[in-house]
């Protein structure tokens, strides 16, 4: 069974950084992409960044984009995201996520979605 717990939510203000990680077993993890999506009160669950089973490419949403950085450690198991230049519409829920099947890029799963989800982690970004 795949588990995902994830870490360093918090609160920060406007043109501060956090940093999410993820914590991810149940199994063979460097075969699969990862990323983190994330839920404002009131929306739908949207994609905000994955990468591939091997680390070698990734994919962010527009709104990210030279903000967000996301990583992987296949040695550790772990997903992280650096998040800089954090403005209050980042608020939200941030959950870890896995995907279902192997070897598939981060834009597929961007594109796809998740199988698997942490319990989520609370960024608020005050003004």
């Known amino acids: 069974q795949v588990q995902l717990v994830e870490s360093g939510g918090g609160l920060v203000q406007a043109g501060g950084s956090l940093r999410l990680s993820c914590a991810a077993s149940?199994?063979?993890?460097?075969?699969?992409?990862m990323g983190w999506f994330r839920q404002a009160p009131g929306k739908e669950r949207h994609f905000v960044a994955t990468?591939?089973?091997?680390?070698?490419?990734?994919y962010y949403a527009d709104s990210v984009k030279g903000r967000f950085t996301i990583s992987r450690d296949n040695a550790k198991n772990t997903v992280s995201l650096q998040m800089n230049s954090l403005k209050p519409e980042d608020t939200a829920v941030y959950f870890c996520?896995?995907?279902?099947?192997?070897?598939?890029?981060?834009?597929?799963?961007?594109?796809?979605?998740?199988?698997?989800w942490g319990q989520g982690t609370q960024v608020t970004v005050s003004s």
């Open positions: 990468i591939n089973w091997n680390g070698a490419g990734t």
């Open positions: 996520a896995a995907d279902g099947a192997s070897w598939r890029t981060a834009q597929e799963m961007a594109v796809r979605g998740a199988d698997y």
């Open positions: 149940g199994r063979t993890f460097s075969r699969y992409a």
